[in-house]
């Protein structure tokens, strides 16, 4: 298996540009995840889906953030304009959601984003 | 507000020390896990636990949930330099919510030959 993919690993870009971060879960995982990791803040939880359904996008900063899951295969997180404090890892994990004596994410490598 | 608290945030050992770090909040969570990050890299998972007073040994590392399920500890026996890195906790809150884990701010490990 393969693990959780992530694209790309680095992204520098200029503020006010657009950002597309990609993600392929572990295949027969029904959950989908996507965190964004800071010194300051921590691992936060921006979004999540069930099923390729979203469920919960209370994380999501604003409405400059906005991501799909059009397959149980690919996740898309976009930023539209991208700002200075965007800069972050994001990092995208899958879970199976039913396994009675709990669970655990698997988490990909992440993508450093860095906008200046 | 952190919902879980983790301490030490950092600590510097000699190899071959024990240590232990803190999970700690207010809130009971149905389960309870532990994940070892390394620079350039995802959190990976080391254990999970769901019973209050439930201790998991994973080799040198020894985990504990608290009777009550609020809290969490994990000791390193004779810490190697290989046990660098950043320790997270990470609780569900309920049950039947799969979904969604809160994690901790973390802990830095360093371990000096």
């Known amino acids: 298996d393969a693990g959780v993919i992530q694209s790309p690993r680095h992204e520098v870009t200029e503020m006010g540009q657009e950002v597309t971060l990609r993600c392929k879960p572990i295949?027969?995982?029904?959950?989908l995840f996507w965190y964004r990791q800071t010194m300051m803040r921590g691992l936060e939880l921006l979004i999540y889906f069930n099923n390729n359904v979203p469920i919960d996008d209370s994380g999501m900063p604003e409405d400059r953030f906005s991501a799909k899951m059009p397959n149980a295969s690919f996740s898309t997180l976009k930023i539209q304009p991208s700002e200075p404090r965007d800069s972050a890892v994001y990092f995208c994990a899958s879970s199976l959601g039913d396994r009675p004596s709990g669970y655990g994410y698997t988490f990909g490598s992440g993508t450093r984003l860095t906008v200046v | 507000t952190q919902l879980l608290e983790q301490s030490p945030q950092f600590l510097s050992i000699q190899e071959g020390e024990n240590l232990t770090v803190y999970c700690n909040s207010s809130?009971?969570?149905?389960?309870l896990q532990w994940y070892r990050q390394e620079p350039g890299e995802g959190p990976v998972l080391l254990v999970t636990v769901v019973t209050g007073g439930e201790v998991k040994k994973l080799k040198r590392l020894t985990f504990q949930f608290g009777d009550a399920r609020k809290d969490s500890s994990l000791h390193i026996t004779a810490a190697q330099t290989g046990d660098t890195g950043l320790y997270l906790c990470a609780g569900a809150r309920k049950r039947t919510s799969y979904g969604k884990l809160t994690f901790g701010q973390g802990t830095i490990l360093t371990v000096h030959p």
């Open positions: 295949s027969g995982h029904d959950y």
């Open positions: 809130s009971v969570f149905s389960s």
